[in-house]
């Protein structure tokens, strides 16, 4: 769903809380908002509705590629270059442990870094079109993207919430 974006500029926290609770009840749900500063009101009407993150599924599959890897790694080479001492299984997993842990905590790191510059599609060369160098002055921005026919309900719900400047 994108068709156009609405883009309100805000110079309070209050009218911009305000205008997202209001896009919310009637179903505007692809905000964007910006702030000068961290806001924590914002972020949680914000946090309300948001998705979980995919990150988490990258991390949690790198660590289990790290764990097997780690162990595959560590037996093949018992297996290959079988050391035996004392009439004892090549094979010995304690020590083992140590090996698969270290490759998931790497291969999970790893994949939470490739994670957030895959999803957060980085690096972001050129800045979002309702971005306004404003937003890291003293304004608020909310932009939201919407179908065309819808516009007009968004700009006047922007305008009747406190907008100083509402732009398409």
Do not use: N
């Not at 994108?2 to 692809?30: C, M, N, P, W, Y």
């Not at 306004?132 to 003293?138: Q, V």
């Amino acid at each position: 769903m994108a068709g156009t974006s609405v883009l309100g500029i805000f110079a309070h926290v209050d009218t911009t809380l305000d205008a997202i609770r209001k896009l919310r009840e009637k179903g505007f749900l692809e905000l964007t908002v910006y702030t000068p500063v961290p806001v924590e009101e914002i972020e949680e009407e914000i946090e309300r509705v948001r998705p979980l993150s995919k990150v988490r599924l990258f991390t949690l599959i790198g660590a289990l590629t790290g764990t097997s890897a780690g162990f595959f790694l560590t037996i093949w080479s018992s297996l290959k270059w079988s050391l035996v001492t004392g009439a004892k299984d090549p094979v010995s997993y304690p020590p083992f442990i140590i090996i698969a842990f270290e490759l998931t905590i790497l291969f999970g790191g790893l994949a939470t870094a490739l994670a957030i510059l895959l999803l957060g599609r980085l690096p972001k060369l050129s800045p979002s079109p309702t971005y306004d160098p404003s937003f890291t002055l003293d304004r608020f921005g909310v932009a939201v993207s919407c179908p065309p026919e819808t516009a007009a309900t968004v700009t006047s719900l922007l305008t009747a919430s406190g907008a100083e400047e509402v732009r398409q």
